[in-house]
């Protein structure tokens, strides 16, 4: 755990950030969780955390690169460590009707061609690829 801390401190210190005890336990909540998470989730994983802290400080890690929001279609987004700091490239499932959301790995094959794409619709639009992200929206089995 202590380098995923070193690089979120280090993003941190970029943006003359300081990396606090409370972005520490957000971090370390969702370095913990299976799968993205809502604040509530967040702030019952961490009771020590205050909400309107949590916020702010979800919002500092984001800007940092060190987390990643994922907008739902319910109420609450939910977060993420970014890809760069866990190394675990995956994708998303998104629930538009109850807001779920379920990491999803491709085969190496078809991510290889989705990457290959992404490089050519980007390059014929003036843009150089950093990163992709694959979010597909639709109804989970409770929800359909």
Avoid: W
Wanted: hydrophobic share 40%; charged share 20%; net charge negative.
């Amino acid at each position: 755990m202590a380098p995923l801390h070193d690089a979120a401190a280090l993003r941190l210190g970029r943006l003359d950030q300081r990396y606090t005890r409370n972005r520490r336990a957000v971090v370390s909540v969702l370095s913990d969780a299976d799968a993205p998470l809502t604040i509530p989730e967040i702030l019952g994983a961490s009771p020590g955390l205050a909400q309107s802290s949590t916020y702010r400080n979800l919002a500092v890690l984001e800007e940092a690169g060190v987390v990643q929001r994922i907008v739902t279609g319910d109420d609450h987004a939910r977060f993420e460590l970014t890809e760069e700091l866990t190394g675990h490239h995956h994708h998303h499932l998104v629930c538009d009707g109850c807001g779920i959301v379920v990491d999803i790995a491709l085969p190496d094959a078809l991510e290889h061609e989705l990457e290959k794409a992404a490089v050519n619709v980007a390059s014929t639009s003036g843009f150089v690829l950093a990163e992709h992200r694959l979010d597909l929206v639709g109804r989970c089995t409770t929800c359909s």
